[in-house]
Structures are given as structure tokens and as C-alpha cells.
């Protein structure tokens, strides 16, 4: 495929902020999504067309789609975004993972579908989507995401097997970990459901995941700028028969492996040591 028109979602920050001028200035015009005004304005001021899109409102997609489509044909779409809920699963109410697959995995295939009878009309399309090493071995304090790009991995491997033998292709990205505002924009996910304080695991709650959230850190081990990101984006889009699967990084490439070749005790204990 070369360079056409490509929808992004969450171009707000990281990954899709940086696929989105990457993509531009390989001569794509690049649809940029963003939930808050003063994101899409600022796109906007970069030169990329931006449209409002709230993955969790059913209606929200709908109009994404029409104002999309109003603009053109398009030849590509990069379901990028996604948010993060840090937490133990005992401790996680029934509309926390509601809210979180209602963005991460509902959303996000709704926009999906909603795209594919496009690109069967026009004969050609490209679907990359995001997943991440979480998606391939789950960690503790984790569990809402990890089961979001569980699902989310399940549902786009159908979906690949299905779309074979017609003209649209569609590709997993394997990140993890990248820099990202994944683990600020984390916090108000967490202080909306997660009552640590009356957990059992109150004490390890302080001990590590409040540090992680709260306290400045440095780049975590292995961890990639998003431009290694697009770097598989822009191949997935390109390459006359794509992969299945891009890994981004040492962890995603070992957590593959592992999870192939270990037994489930020992794939406990690299999960809990990660």
C-alpha cells in the first residue's frame, strides 16, 4: 500500500501523536482522533485534519465515522487508543472493567467493523492495531488491561482468519514498553474505582503501585521511544503482505517466546518477576 488516507485514534500524546506525524511527513494525510478540544486544536494547528472521538460513546463513533467518510476515502485505520487501570483484580468493581473494555476492546471494534464495508467497497484496506506485551503475558496490578488486549488479541486474530482472501489486511503491533503519559493518565481511572485503602492489600498498594503512579521515575528497563512504534506502523501499512504480528521490543519478543515455550508455573514466575 502506498500513501494514502489514515484514520488514528488517540493522537492526544505517544504512540498515536507520534504515528500521526510520522505518517504526515511520509506523505500520508492522516485523519488525527482526540477526545479533548484543546487536543484536537492542536493537531489542527499542525495541519492534520482531527476529529473528535470518545471510543466509550457508541454514538460519538458513529459520528466520527460519517465526518471521516464526508472527507474522503480511506485507505487505512490505526486503532491506537486506550487507557490503563492499575490495580488488584479483587479490588476492581464490576464497572471498572465495563468502562475500561468499553474503550479498549468494544470501541475499538465497533470503529473497526464500521470501516470495513469501506474498505471492501473501494477493493483495498489496512487495519493495524495496537496491542501490547500485556496483550501476550499478563502482571500483576494489571488486570483490567491485561484482559483488554487479551480480548482485544483473540478478537483481531479472528478477525485476520476471517479476512483472509479479501482485500482487507489486518495487523497486530506488539509494544511495551514505550514512553507514554500512559501511567499519568492512569491516575484518575484509578482514584474513580480503585478503594485501596480498605483493601487487604493496602500495605502493598503503598509499597509499589502508589510509587509507580505518584512518584517521578525514570524510563523503565527496555523501554523504546513511540517512534519505534511507528516504525511497525509504517511497515504494516506498506508491505505488500504483512505480518500478523510486529514486536517492538526486547520484552514483547521474549514474552512471545515464553509464552509458547513455558510451562504455566514457570510462566508464573517470569509474570511475576516482569
Known sequence: MTAGRVLITGCSSGIGLDAARRLQA?????????????????RQAEGMECLHLDLSDEDSVTTCVM???????????VNNAAFALPGAVEDMPRGAIRAIMETNLLGTHDLTTRLIPHFRQRGAGRIVTISSVLGLVGIPWR?????????????????????????????????GPITSRIRENAIPHF???????????????????????YEPSGKDRFELPPSAVSDRILTA????????????????????????????RALDWFARRS
Not at 191 to 213: F, G
Open 26 to 42: 511520509e506523505g500520508w494525510a492522516v485523519v488525527a482522533t482526540c477526545r479533548k478540544p484543546d487536543d484536537i486544536a492542536a
Open 67 to 77: 465526518q471521516a467518510l464526508a472527507g474522503g476515502p480511506i485507505d487505512a485505520l
Open 143 to 175: 488486570g483490567p488491561y491485561v484482559a483488554s488486549k487479551f480480548a482485544l488479541e483473540g478478537l483481531t486474530d479472528v478477525l485476520r482468519l476471517e479476512m483472509h482472501g479479501t482485500p482487507v489486511k489486518v495487523v497486530l503491533i506488539e509494544p
Open 191 to 213: 482514584e474513580r474505582w480503585v478503594n485501596w485503602q480498605d483493601s487487604p492489600r493496602a500495605d502493598q498498594y503503598r509499597a509499589s503501585l502508589l510509587k509507580r503512579l
Open 237 to 264: 501499512l506498506t508491505a505488500p503482505n504483512p505480518k500478523a504480528r510486529y514486536y517492538v521490543t526486547a520484552p514483547t519478543r521474549i514474552s512471545a517466546v515464553a509464552r509458547r515455550v513455558l510451562p504455566g
